[in-house]
């Protein structure tokens, strides 16, 4: 193989020429796989130049290409050998053909002479689709603008590649409306364990709505972000873990991949059950380099000078610790006075820093960031948002993507969650029982619930109650986050367990271990020591009241012994109201067999124990 580093100077022009007048292009196809019909969909021509040659990897095809002057003529070269090998191999489906802007300003592609060539190779107009690159500048009112359109009309479909790479791209899709929308596979990347991926492909499901365009998701590499993007409703996908580009690619879904897309997929839910947004508060946070309190100001000023898009820097100290921000336009303030500058330019950056600065930590609630949020001047909405862990500096957040963050939770909090906890409720919580069912898979399913709870919030307080609540979920929440976990909160004090994995009832075991110590912190030493206090009655008579204790009914499900959310609900209740009958933070655990054979012989909770 000729080396890239190595090639004499004019030797790859060469190298292009012969292979434009030789057309020694070899084409490869992926497959777009539809994820809902479990079949393909399309396929992608993909450009490769002559085996073992400089010019083999069509990045470096295409810049000689551009460097010579002949990126027009490759593509055309390009389009013409996709068609033909399309159609000798008679592959099913449609073709997506990467398209440059450079043949839509020259009007090629709706020439008589090449749509004779699709004539004679059998193909309609229907079957293709121009997949638009590098484009960000089709402007309307150009040729090429209006090139695009007609071929829309001429029966062609329009993809645009790489949606989320910047705002041009959304742009051009409200200006072309395009048939097919391909997210970039930066966000296909690792999605599964991703909340802030997650939003942002739902976002561009619903703008894909809007406009009636199908989602397709680029650079899928595992099953499990394959699951996530089927999960969360995106209808194609593309990449290698589907399918590797080939130049004899397969006609249908082999088995084994269709039953990956049929798979049970305990991480969607298990991810939202978490509801911190500390993902994606790390997420968007800017990673500005910090200065050290001890910097001189004319450094930190010269550095505002050269970067005209930086609006604040962070001071931190040697420790990590966020100290305060050097904002822009609150420091111009302070400065416009006559010798100021001169006065402090030498001075350490910290004598002129804003040190009341919002602050947030990543593990912060909901609630907390909007409070954060209401709370802001607008001194404060300039300068940004220092983002810490335990004081430790880890980014600057803008208050506008918070305010944007804070928006998209509550939003799903509102349509899918519990709205104190941020837990999902009782939806969620069905359609994840049933997908577990579905998957056959063995699972371990808990209802806890807290004891005495109701005459606990008429004594202390429904603020009270709710932090006995938020209590539970937080410890259940810290027991149980691994992707295999899914913890749902059903209403008031109420919460279900869902996990896969063998330490389940640990995790269990260690959420009764701990509220029976964080629940007196809630109480004084003398209520602590009665075991109780007195409270009122429902019929308005005083009587004496344990502390709030936490009973949890397990049931272990084995494959193939419940057919619905609604069989184990049943079973659960009866689990949780057997646990609520024994003393103290107790765990009951149903060891019955469940198979539908004997399990209307055994009946009752006979065989089960604590």
């Known amino acids: 193989m000729v080396s ?104 090629w592609l709706s020439r008589p002479g090449t749509l004779d060539q699709l004539q004679k190779l059998g193909l309609e107009p229907s079957r293709l689709v121009l997949e638009l690159l590098e484009s960000d500048e089709l402007l309307v009112d150009t040729h090429g603008f209006e090139e695009a359109q007609s071929l829309n009309r001429l029966g062609y479909g329009l993809a645009l590649d790489d949606l989320g790479q910047g705002f041009g791209r959304f742009n051009l899709w409200q200006r072309l409306h395009p048939r097919y929308l391909k997210i970039d596979r930066a966000f296909c990347n690792d999605l599964s364990s991703d909340p802030l991926k997650v939003a942002f492909i739902r976002s561009m499901l619903l703008m894909a709505e809007a406009s009636q365009s199908w989602v397709i998701a680029e650079g899928v590499e595992s099953e499990r972000d394959l699951l996530t993007l089927r999960d969360i409703g995106v209808q194609m996908a593309q990449g290698y873990f589907l399918e590797r580009p080939s130049t004899t690619p397969s006609r249908e879904l082999a088995p084994e991949l269709r039953r990956s897309i049929d798979a049970v997929h305990m991480e969607q839910y298990a991810l939202a059950s978490r509801g911190s947004i500390e993902q994606s508060v790390l997420g968007l946070a800017r990673p500005i380099a910090a200065v050290a309190p001890a910097a001189r100001l004319e450094e930190v000023l010269r550095r505002f000078d050269l970067q005209p898009d930086l609006m604040s820097i962070p001071v931190v100290d040697a420790a990590g610790r966020a100290l305060g921000i050097l904002n822009r336009y609150v420091l111009a303030d302070r400065l416009w006075r ?179 110590t964080e629940v007196r912190r809630f109480f004084d030493a003398a209520t602590i020591d009665a075991g109780g206090y007195f409270g009122e009655s429902r019929r308005g008579e005083s ?65 089960a124990w604590p």
């Open 4 to 107: 890239l580093l190595n090639t004499p100077p004019g030797f790859n022009t060469v190298h292009l020429d012969r292979i434009l007048r030789e057309e020694a292009l070899r084409v490869e196809f992926q497959p777009v796989v539809d994820l809902r019909g479990r079949s393909i969909h399309a396929y992608e021509a993909l450009i490769r130049g002559p085996q073992g040659s400089a010019l083999e990897r069509p990045d470096a095809l295409f810049a000689t290409a551009r460097e010579a002057g002949r990126t027009q003529e490759l593509d055309r070269l390009c389009v013409r050998a996709s068609l033909a090998e399309f159609a000798r191999q008679k592959l099913p489906g449609l073709l997506f053909l990467n398209i440059t802007q450079s043949l839509f300003d020259c009007g």
């Open 338 to 516: 006559p010798h100021v500058r001169d006065l402090f330019g030498n001075k350490p950056c910290s004598q002129v820093m804003s040190s009341d600065v919002l602050r947030l930590d990543v593990k912060s609630s909901l609630h907390q960031a909007s409070n954060l949020i209401a709370d802001a001047s607008f001194r404060h909405a300039t300068e940004g948002v220092l983002i810490t862990e335990q004081g430790q500096f880890r980014g600057l957040l803008l208050v506008g993507d918070l305010l944007r963050l804070v928006s998209e939770f509550q939003m799903q909090a509102a349509r899918y969650a519990n709205p104190l906890t941020l837990l999902p409720g009782n939806v969620p919580i069905n359609d994840h029982i049933d997908r577990l069912l579905a998957g056959d898979a063995r699972f371990t399913a808990a209802y806890c619930d807290i004891d005495h709870f109701k005459p606990f919030n008429d004594v202390y307080g429904y603020r009270m109650g709710d932090e006995v609540i938020q209590l539970v979920a937080d410890l259940i929440k810290a027991a149980f986050s691994a992707l295999e976990d899914f913890v749902g909160h059903i209403g008031g004090d109420d919460f279900i367990v869902l996990s896969t994995r063998e330490a389940a009832l640990d995790g269990l075991q260690q959420v009764l271990d701990r509220f029976g």
């Open 543 to 607: 009587q004496f009241f344990a502390l709030p204790s936490l009973s949890i009914g397990v049931l272990p499900v084995q494959p193939r012994c419940f057919d619905s959310h609604r069989e184990v609900s049943s079973v659960l209740v009866d689990l949780k109201k057997a646990a609520k009958r024994l003393p103290g933070n107790r765990m009951f655990v149903d060891r019955r067999s469940h198979d539908p054979a004997t399990r209307s012989a055994l009946g009752g909770l006979e065989g």
